[in-house]
């Protein structure tokens, strides 16, 4: 059955553009899988950018539809030009940027297109007399990468950078003076130089004291007006004492803490600009994960953006497309039609719906055709109703950082020891007791090691969106999954195939796959990845007929074939040649259904080990829930369970609970979690609002990053009881009158050296 | 020795300059993105 009709046998080549294996008899001359592929290589190769396809290092995605609302998108408009920054995705090498940048310039009316290799975004100026923007939209998605729109894009902040690099200057120029000064002591130095260099330190001081070290000032006030003594009070009140002395000593000609007050300030500075940067990319990197692209929908035959549609239109949603509004069937276009509301109710099956029911935005249509009149849009969707209570529900508060709850206890002992150090030897002994315990090592501490425990995390996959998200991390005794979509993949994967008389598996297989080549269907996915996983080549069907409802048929080496879906999880191959026209005779059937992920058994495994308690929490019926808990090697299962239900069991947990889902149908639960992870490639609103995100595909950077969460923990914890150490002995010589300003600035970088040794072994720790 | 009277302040005076410098160009976003730089080099045109 595999060999075609006369002459030659197929040649299998790969896709001239997305590398699909296909089939090509001797005299055929094609080389593309689908009219897609051709159209973007006829796009490059008409730019005169054929280098592309040499220098590239994976095959190009097959090109898509584009369903975006690009009319919708917010523009910057000046006098005669547009601009506008995407996010682009698909883009995996230089050869993807530069392909897309060079086709986006050669774009008639484009003024000014740059790719960034880093981000992935684009910011593209035009002329709007000349191209719109969704002509320019459909040129990227053309060749295969997907354009969508960004929303609050923030401006980086580039404060902390400019602090740290006016403290960078100051404090070296201050440390030079000050090794010379301290050299005096020893070897003597002329009295005009040291008034010299004593002022030109404080000149130096001065910007480091009232603009670098603003920050930590802020973070006290902030504090104290919200009746809490945060780690930035006894700093600042350290910064603050070592200026006013240094004024009053260089006026008076004594000693100062000028060096040691500029290193102070630079490290902290460098230190939050550290975890300033971690905690950044991560959270960029989950805002591109969720894309916020707003949908069309199709109103009698014109498509129009989602947003501009109102109560009682009426839709026409075809076979493999998303509903835009809450709605009512009016009318059926085949015999019968399947909806997939998987995003609300966490079930991958499509539900068989009839004239009358009730479907929501956000569900797929996965069978047959229907037309629904418009109940609610927009913001009243239920979808959207729900995400909005999600997100309200995640601004919930976090427990207080080590640190934090160290500082009142640090900041009142410091000024009591302060005063008994006034009443025995002074003022300038005092001044000793508030400059060495200003608490530097420990300020740092924090910071450093959440930014390296963020780092870790993110290096793992699990994008954490704030150190309160990673402390939480830490408290974590119990992780619940979700089923659909976070156990398993979410999308259906051939499972069985069953080959009729007369034929083998691979040719039902390999005639499947010619009849659903160019289809966007998740079932043809699936068939076209088993092909592919099983090297069979799709062969070019003619004459392709889809009927909504009822499948799709074509002609195959002069036969035609009919595919179409047949029992629950099934779909039907037939050979119309075969007069009852049923499977049973040269045709086949083909299983599919939701498998788990290839690494959910390891990680949940690992999970075990590593003393968690580990739960399957899913909407779905008991038999189906407890299969697929038996190949994750899960024990314990709740099944059945409505959203409600779902977060109701978070709550009686009584805390400590990781609820790992991606379905707008998981966010309750994810809200009323201690830690919210959201896979990375669910739904929007339940990706923004997550404390934390997968951003493989895979479970693995769920355990990598409670590895991470534990490691900066343990490293905060030694951090914190180190500099305590430090500061106590410290305080007890200056009180004790042993301290001078030589000795602080040599101790200072010691205590600080070794907080950053500690924080660096967190990458080891999390391995 | 006398000189470093007028070297202190000149030493200080062009250390500011270059710190001026760097504020100029971080304000203007030189360092927003220190990847794509790079990476354009191999781009040939």
């Known amino acids: 059955m595999t060999a075609p009709a006369g002459g030659a046998g197929p040649i299998a080549v790969g896709c001239a553009h997305?590398?699909?294996?296909?089939?090509?008899?001797?005299?055929?001359?094609?080389?593309?899988?689908?009219?897609?592929?051709?159209?973007?290589?006829?796009?490059?190769?008409?730019?005169?950018?054929?280098?592309?396809?040499?220098?590239?290092?994976?095959?190009?995605?097959?090109?898509?539809?584009?369903?975006?609302?690009?009319?919708?998108?917010?523009?910057e408009h000046?006098?005669?030009?547009?601009?506008?920054?995407?996010?682009?995705?698909?883009?995996?090498?230089?050869?993807?940027?530069?392909?897309?940048?060079?086709?986006?310039?050669?774009?008639?009316?484009?003024?000014?297109?740059?790719?960034?290799?880093?981000?992935?975004?684009?910011?593209?100026?035009?002329?709007?007399s000349r191209i719109a923007l969704p002509a320019i939209a459909r040129r990227i998605s053309m060749l295969g990468y997907r354009p969508r729109p960004l929303s609050g894009e923030a401006k980086p902040d580039r404060g902390l950078l400019l602090r740290l690099g006016v403290a960078g200057f100051c404090s070296m120029n201050i440390m030079l003076l000050s090794a010379s000064l301290y050299a005096g002591w020893f070897d003597g130095i002329d009295p005009r130089f040291v008034g010299l260099f004593q002022w030109t330190s404080l000149a130096l001081a001065t910007p480091i004291a009232l603009w670098c070290a603003e920050p930590l000032y802020v973070g006290a006030w902030a504090g104290l007006r919200h009746r809490v003594l945060h780690m930035d009070l006894p700093v600042s009140i350290g910064v603050i004492a070592m200026y006013a002395q240094g004024v009053y000593a260089t006026i008076a000609g004594r000693d100062t803490w000028l060096d040691s007050l500029s290193m102070l300030v630079t490290l902290l500075i460098a230190g939050r600009l550290w975890e300033q940067r971690g905690r950044r990319s991560a959270v960029e990197a989950a805002t591109a994960l969720a894309s916020t692209a707003p949908r069309v929908a199709r109103r009698a035959g014109v498509d129009v953006a989602a947003s501009a549609l109102i109560v009682g239109d009426i839709l026409d949603v075809g076979l493999g497309e998303e509903i835009a509004?809450?709605?009512?069937?009016?009318?059926?276009?085949?015999?019968?039609?399947?909806?997939?509301?998987?995003?609300?109710?966490?079930?991958?099956e499509p539900v068989e719906v009839r004239v009358g029911d009730a479907v929501v935005a956000g569900s797929l249509v996965e069978d047959g055709a229907i037309v629904v009149r418009v109940e609610a849009t927009g913001g009243d969707t239920l979808l959207a109703r729900m995400a909005a209570e999600l997100a309200r529900a995640a601004d919930r508060p976090t427990p207080p950082s080590l640190t934090d709850r160290i500082a009142p206890w640090f900041t009142g002992l410091t000024l009591i020891l302060a005063a008994l150090a006034l009443a025995i030897g002074g003022p300038e002994r005092a001044m000793a007791v508030l400059v060495v315990a200003c608490p530097c090592a420990l300020a740092l501490a924090g910071p450093l090691s959440t930014a390296a425990g963020l780092g870790a995390s993110a290096r793992r996959g699990l994008l954490v969106r704030s150190g309160e998200a990673l402390r939480s991390l830490a408290t974590i005794t119990t992780v619940a999954f979700d089923k659909t979509g976070t156990i398993t993949h979410g999308e259906p994967a051939v499972t069985a195939i069953t080959a009729g008389t007369g034929t083998t598996e691979s040719a039902v297989l390999r005639i499947a796959a010619g009849l659903e080549r160019a289809s966007?269907?998740?079932?043809?996915?699936?068939i076209r990845a088993e092909a592919a996983r099983r090297g069979v080549a799709m062969p070019e069907a003619l004459d392709l007929v889809e009927q909504p409802?009822?499948?799709?048929?074509?002609?195959?080496?002069?036969?035609r074939w009919t595919l179409r879906a047949g029992a629950a999880g099934q779909v039907e191959l037939c050979c119309d040649a075969d007069?009852?026209?049923?499977?049973?005779?040269?045709?086949?059937?083909?299983?599919l259904r939701d498998v788990i992920r290839d690494d959910a058994a390891r990680t949940v495994a690992a999970l075990k080990a590593a003393g968690?308690?580990?739960v399957l929490v899913s909407g779905d019926h008991p038999e189906v829930v407890q299969r697929i808990a038996a190949e994750a090697g899960i024990t314990e299962v709740l099944a059945g369970a409505t959203p409600e239900a779902k977060a109701a069991w978070v709550r009686a947990q009584g805390g400590g609970v990781l609820f790992v889902g991606d379905g707008v149908n998981d966010g309750p639960a994810l809200a009323a979690?201690?830690?919210?992870?959201?896979?990375?490639?669910?739904?929007?609103?339940?990706?923004?609002?997550?404390?934390?995100?997968?951003?493989?595909?895979?479970?693995?950077?769920?355990?990598?990053?409670l590895r991470a969460a534990r490691a900066a923990k343990r490293a905060i914890r030694g951090n914190a009881s180190r500099s305590l150490i430090y500061n106590a002995l410290a305080v007890t010589a200056a009180v004790a009158g042993w301290v001078n300003p030589l000795i602080a600035a040599v101790l200072m970088p010691l205590s600080s050296a070794m907080v950053a040794w500690g924080a660096a072994r967190v990458e080891k720790w999390t391995r | 020795m006398d000189a470093l009277i007028f070297l202190v302040p000149i030493a200080v005076g062009l250390g500011a300059l270059f710190a001026a410098l760097f504020l100029y160009a971080a304000s203007r976003g030189q360092f927003d993105d220190l990847e794509d730089p790079a990476v354009r080099m191999f781009d040939e045109d």
């Open chain 1, 520 to 526: 966007g269907h998740p079932i043809a996915r699936a």
């Open chain 1, 325 to 348: 509004a809450d709605g009512i069937i009016v009318r059926l276009s085949g015999a019968r039609a399947r909806v997939r509301m998987s995003l609300l109710t966490g079930e991958a």
């Open chain 1, 612 to 614: 968690y308690r580990v």
């Open chain 1, 549 to 559: 409802g009822s499948g799709i048929s074509g002609v195959i080496d002069g036969v």
């Open chain 1, 78 to 128: 000046s006098d005669d030009r547009c601009a506008v920054t995407l996010a682009i995705d698909g883009l995996t090498c230089s050869a993807c940027v530069w392909v897309t940048e060079r086709v986006l310039l050669a774009t008639p009316g484009v003024q000014a297109a740059t790719v960034s290799h880093a981000t992935g975004r684009a910011r593209i100026d035009w002329d709007p």
């Open chain 1, 579 to 591: 007069p009852a026209h049923t499977s049973q005779n040269k045709g086949g059937r083909i299983g």
């Open chain 1, 18 to 75: 997305c590398g699909a294996a296909i089939e090509r008899s001797a005299a055929q001359q094609a080389l593309y899988c689908c009219g897609g592929c051709e159209m973007a290589a006829a796009i490059i190769q008409g730019s005169g950018l054929g280098a592309y396809y040499e220098s590239r290092e994976s095959p190009a995605p097959r090109p898509q539809a584009d369903s975006t609302a690009w009319d919708a998108v917010a523009i």
């Open chain 1, 673 to 705: 979690a201690t830690v919210g992870v959201a896979m990375g490639t669910g739904v929007a609103s339940t990706v923004t609002v997550a404390d934390a995100v997968v951003a493989r595909d895979g479970l693995g950077p769920v355990a990598a990053g």
